[in-house]
């Protein structure tokens, strides 16, 4: 059974047990209630006074929100470990290691600190690769003496 079958068939019986009268959405809700288990009632209000969302099949608490590796923060944005790493992202020390909250990183990539930062590493780019093939840095470097050996010789 298919998730809208099963809400068809719920508006089926909530039919019935109306005498075959449209319910509205205060008898929907109270309707559930009664039959919620208790915990779902607490999840219910949670999110009825704001408290919690309801992301999927569980509900968020805002209050609460773990804290994510790096490869875990990259793989839920779509992004490489590598972008992340190089856009310095905020994050927490918790035990000597690197943690992030999802919440947080999503707030930095819409700030004007990050789009800065992107600004900064496309022009350190763009001057590298035009470095890379300008003809008078090459002949520049052409003119540069070779480095020293660092190698040590024989005692006589």
Do not use: C
Not at 85 to 98: E, K, N, T
Not at 102 to 127: G, Q
Request: proline share 6%.
């Amino acid at each position: 059974m298919t998730a809208t079958d099963s809400s068809k068939r719920r508006k089926e019986l909530q039919e019935e047990r109306s005498g075959g009268r449209a319910t509205s959405a205060t008898e929907e809700l109270l309707q559930a209630a009664l039959g919620a288990s208790a915990d779902r009632k607490e999840e219910a209000l949670r999110v009825l006074r704001g408290d919690a969302q309801v992301t999927g099949y569980y509900v968020a608490s805002p209050r609460y929100e773990p804290y994510l590796t790096l490869r875990e923060t990259a793989k839920r944005l779509g992004i490489s470990t590598f972008s992340l790493w190089r856009w310095q992202i905020p994050g927490h020390d918790l035990g000597g290691r690197r943690r992030f909250r999802l919440s947080e990183v999503i707030s930095y990539l819409e700030s004007d600190a990050f789009h800065a930062r992107i600004a900064t590493l496309r022009a350190l780019r763009k001057t590298k690769v035009t470095a890379r093939r300008s003809p008078a840095v090459k002949s520049v470097q052409a003119e540069q003496p070779e480095p020293r050996s660092t190698e040590v010789p024989p005692n006589p």
